[in-house]
T-cell receptor, first 115, second 116 residues
Framework: SAVISQKPSRDICQRGTSLTIQCQVDSQVTMMFWYRQQPGQSLTLIATANQGSEATYESGFVIDKFPISRPNLTFSTLTVSNLSPEDSSIYLC????????????FGDGTRLSIL | AQSVTQLDSQVPVFEEAPVELRCNYSSSVSVYLFWYVQYPNQGLQLLLKYLSGSTLVKGINGFEAEFNKSQTSFHLRKPSVHISDTAEYFCAVSDHGSSNTGKLIFGQGTTLQVKP
């Protein structure tokens, strides 16, 4: 199974700044996913990133706030822009084949706190 | 639209006791079902999955789950838990649709607290 490395593992940021999270996969994958996990909550899908095309955002998430890049089949970034305390969460990336009968593989997450 | 409901937010249990974590799903189409575990400060790890065939599926760490189509359930069980099983458990569903990109819908999670 794919091994996912996510950086940074945690960060503390000031309001109004931005943070870019990197996700590196040790093999080529079709789909990469970005999730938000608010404290004590489940995972909410932010967007799906397919290499070579624009990311597909879920309802309630917009590109201006959460721009995503997917430059190749092993790497993706998520930027959380104009940070506010409500953005304090764990952000997780995962990788998948694009087939619904195949599991996703997850990174360890980025724990973001906003001052 | 699909949804997943984990009926218990927290399940306290003593070490070596059996445990069941409940999961029900709602979908108008056939689905694939997954259980993931999240240990503190880690990402999610796949425990097991149901795709088709036998309704009883076995996973890692001694866990198993039973798919019940009539009750739209996929409950997770372990006959004897260890302290190390203390973690958050997530049930997830993915539908068979051709437009699906492997997207998962997660339940709210169940915290399993194993006490000595």
């Amino acid at each position: 199974s794919a091994v996912i490395s996510q950086k940074p593992s945690r960060d503390i940021c000031q309001r109004g700044t931005s943070l870019t999270i990197q996700c590196q996969v040790d093999s080529q994958v079709t789909m990469m996913f970005w999730y938000r996990q608010q404290p004590g909550q489940s995972l909410t899908l932010i967007a799906t990133a397919n290499q070579g095309s624009e990311a597909t955002y879920e309802s309630g998430f917009v590109i201006d706030k959460f721009p995503i890049s997917r430059p190749n089949l092993t790497f993706s970034t998520l930027t959380v822009s104009n940070l506010s305390p409500e953005d304090s969460s764990i952000y997780l990336c995962s990788a998948g084949t694009g087939y619904s009968n195949q599991p996703q593989h997850f990174g360890d997450g980025t724990r973001l706190s906003i001052l | 639209a699909q949804s997943v409901t984990q009926l218990d937010s927290q399940v306290p249990v003593f070490e070596e006791a059996p445990v069941e974590l409940r999961c029900n799903y709602s979908s108008s189409v056939s689905v694939y079902l997954f259980w993931y575990v999240q240990y503190p400060n880690q990402g999610l790890q796949l425990l097991l999955k149901y795709l088709s065939g036998s309704t009883l599926v076995k996973g890692i760490n001694g866990f198993e789950a039973e798919f019940n189509k009539s009750q739209t359930s996929f409950h997770l069980r372990k006959p004897s838990v260890h302290i190390s099983d203390t973690a958050e458990y997530f049930c997830a569903v993915s539908d068979h649709g051709s437009s699906n990109t492997g997207k998962l819908i997660f339940g709210q999670g169940t915290t399993l607290q194993v006490k000595p």
